[in-house]
């Protein structure tokens, strides 16, 4: 396994023996970009069946073929968290996204809220953008980007049963402890730039399952405050403890 450098999503099941065809843009990423030949190893993963060792049986300008050899590792599923974030510039969006993956969640859903700058976001994007990020941070597991959709019709089918960490600039300064919370389904909800609006807020503090926070003394950028909540819902009642 020592000489597989290279991680790489595959849409495909895996198992001993099995044969795994290639995109073209992934034959060209292996062959032209890497120079991969036949024998090399590569670590493949699909987000179901855990990450296995697979050998390059068939190299071509336009395709290819991998044959898997053994798993490496076996599934690890993030814990029952989803981040919703209302999203924000391009580069800072790419940025939540990424680092949503690397600390782990199970899903990720933008929301468009009154004050959102972004008007528009490209789910198959984020969704690439999460795949790249799983490859190289080792993860086995691919959280769903969902389509953007209004914070009013996202909190009007929400689950009972799922605990929403909302991360409430107001609170600022006021210490928040998760650790007395339970486990289970949960989502972190954090706002955009300009803060959730009167309405928002008022419709927020009205459900049962919201739990406020506090993300410090200090009110944090968007980018910042889906890293530090994920960090702090992490370590209390994640899989970090």
Request: proline share 6%; with cysteine.
């Amino acid at each position: 396994m020592a000489d597989a450098k290279i991680r790489l999503y595959v849409d495909h099941p895996l198992a001993g023996g099995q044969s795994v065809p290639l995109t073209e843009d992934q034959a060209r990423y292996l062959f032209a970009v890497m120079r991969l030949q036949p024998g090399a190893l590569v670590l493949l993963f699909n987000g179901r069946d855990g990450e296995w060792l697979a050998e390059v049986a068939e190299a071509g300008k336009r395709g290819g073929r991998l044959v898997c050899q053994s798993q490496t590792r076996r599934l690890q599923a993030p814990p029952d968290l989803w981040l919703v974030f209302a999203p924000v510039k391009k580069a800072r969006t790419d940025f939540i996204v990424e680092k949503a993956v690397e600390l782990g969640v199970a899903r990720i859903l933008p929301v468009q809220t009154h004050f959102t700058n972004s008007e528009r976001l490209r789910a198959d994007r984020q969704q690439a953008h999460a795949v790249e990020a799983a490859e190289q941070c080792g993860a086995t597991f691919v959280p769903e980007v969902a389509e953007l959709q209004p914070l009013d019709r996202l909190l009007a089918g929400w689950p009972a049963g799922r605990r929403i960490l909302w991360c409430n600039e107001a609170k600022a300064g006021v210490a928040t402890a998760l650790a007395g919370q339970p486990a289970g389904p949960w989502a972190i909800l954090i706002g955009p730039e300009g803060g959730f609006s009167d309405r928002e807020r008022a419709k927020l503090a009205a459900l049962p399952q919201v739990v406020e926070a506090s993300l410090g003394p200090r009110i944090l950028r968007a980018e910042t405050a889906a890293l530090a909540a994920l960090t702090l819902w992490q370590s209390a009642l994640g899989d970090w403890k």
